[in-house]
């Protein structure tokens, strides 16, 4: 074998390590609009630029995407909500003269250009500026080397020369052909409320997971067909971790979410029903239960023990974070019981007699 120059030796290494490398998030446009795309042996997760939502995360080889929703709204507009979107600085609908002065529902985070200000193999950031709330929004996305897992940290900052009161709720949606009659919808959530219920007591009659009532009438929120109703519901959890997930075993999937509830204290289920069929189901946790403006939230700070909303200062930051999850279910699968995280593994308890474990590595 002959003996290479340390200056070839050296371009050779170097050309050996571009072509074992993986590839940095890649920036591309994913049905004509701006996206990051992360991908793994695993899954692929893509992210919309405009607007900055999680529109894609699906398992290797053209796997089922639960996260199906196009939102409210134009379907033109470059900046729009869609999928699993962030709501900052409100959950719900600003007052009527806030929305005369051009606040969107739900806050702007989701109506404005968000840039990819670095990447490498698997992970991303980038950020966004809301010009009327006066916040900068810095979000972190790892996408796991091996496993359908991601883990999101979001970094709000105020602006402002003043402090000020906000919320943040992660909208994550699901859609057909994933959300259909068959689909579960699970969590460990506890006491609630139902946002029909009229002010200023909403919380009356208090509801517990995963029963709401509808004249009087129990519904079972873990599965939705043709009725909607209670369209709307909030729910606290007891304990430090929270979580929430979606199953549809006919189709071998299911979605989980996961976050501490320090971050998090609510999860909100939303329920939409077009041409009696289910259309889009809202698992969305957040730092608030109450769909209100902030008015009214500063009348009603706290639902069981939990705050309705949260303080910045100025100049100050808070950060929060989740992780996010796919995994392969029998056709049999009953639901979630129980979720535990231990040794770099989630494991999942499915509920009733059978009571088996998947495990995500």
Same mark, same amino acid.
């Given at each position: 074998m002959p003996i290479m120059k340390s200056s070839a030796r050296r371009a050779h290494?170097?050309?050996?390590?571009?072509?074992?490398?993986?590839?940095?998030?890649?920036?591309?446009?994913?049905?004509?609009?701006?996206?990051?795309?992360?991908?793994?042996?695993?899954?692929?997760?893509?992210?919309?630029?405009g607007g900055g939502s999680i529109v894609d995360f699906h398992l290797a080889g053209g796997g089922l995407n639960p996260l =199906? &929703?196009?939102? $409210?709204?134009?379907?033109? +507009?470059? *900046?729009?909500?869609?999928? @699993?979107?962030?709501?900052?600085? =409100? &959950?719900?609908? $600003?007052s009527d003269a806030? +929305?005369? *002065?051009?606040?969107?529902? @739900?806050?702007?985070?989701?109506?404005?250009?968000?840039?990819?200000i670095s990447s490498t193999p698997g992970e991303t950031a980038m950020t966004a500026l809301l010009p009327m709330a006066?916040?900068?929004?810095?979000?972190?996305?790892?996408?796991?080397?091996t496993s359908a897992?991601?883990?999101?940290?979001?970094?709000?900052?105020?602006?402002?020369?003043?402090?000020?009161?906000?919320?943040?709720?992660?909208?994550?949606?699901?859609?057909?052909?994933?959300?259909?009659?068959?689909?579960?919808?699970?969590?460990?959530?506890?006491?609630?409320?139902?946002?029909?219920?009229?002010l200023p007591d909403p919380e009356k009659p208090a509801i517990r997971w995963p029963q709401a009532l509808k004249e009087g009438k129990p519904v079972d929120l873990r599965h939705l067909?043709?009725?909607?109703?209670?369209?709307?519901?909030?729910?606290?959890?007891?304990?430090?971790?929270?979580?929430?997930?979606?199953?549809?075993a006919a189709k071998g999937l299911l979605i989980g979410y996961l976050f501490k509830t320090a971050d998090y204290p609510w999860l909100n289920i939303w329920r939409h029903v077009q041409g009696d069929h289910p259309f889009a189901r809202g698992l969305e946790f957040g730092t608030t239960g109450?769909?209100?403006?902030?008015?009214?939230?500063?009348?009603?700070?706290?639902?069981?023990?939990?705050?309705?909303?949260?303080?910045?200062?100025?100049?100050?930051?808070?950060t929060r974070s989740y992780r996010a999850f796919l995994l392969h279910v029998p056709s049999d699968f009953a639901g979630v019981e129980s979720i535990a995280v231990n040794g770099g593994a989630i494991t999942v308890r499915e509920r009733g007699a059978k009571r088996r474990e998947l495990i995500v590595r």
């Open positions: 290494f170097a050309a050996a390590l571009i072509l074992t490398v993986a590839p940095a998030a890649a920036e591309v446009l994913v049905n004509g609009r701006p996206s990051v795309r992360l991908e793994n042996p695993a899954a692929t997760l893509v992210i919309d630029l =199906r &929703w196009l939102g $409210p709204g134009d379907e033109s +507009l470059a *900046n729009r909500p869609m999928a @699993h979107f962030l709501c900052l600085d =409100r &959950w719900g609908q $600003p806030e +929305l005369r *002065n051009g606040m969107p529902f @739900h806050g702007e985070a989701a109506r404005v250009a968000w840039k990819q006066g916040l900068e929004i810095k979000r972190e996305v790892r996408l796991s080397p897992t991601f883990t999101v940290s979001e970094t709000v900052t105020n602006r402002n020369r003043l402090g000020r009161i906000y919320n943040m709720v992660q909208h994550a949606t699901i859609g057909p052909p994933f959300l259909d009659e068959t689909t579960v919808v699970d969590s460990n959530a506890q006491q609630g409320l139902m946002q029909s219920s009229p067909t043709t009725d909607p109703d209670p369209n709307v519901t909030s729910f606290v959890f007891d304990g430090a971790d929270g979580w929430v997930t979606a199953t549809n109450l769909h209100q403006p902030f008015e009214i939230l500063t009348r009603k700070p706290f639902l069981f023990g939990k705050p309705t909303f949260t303080y910045l200062d100025a100049g100050a930051s808070a």
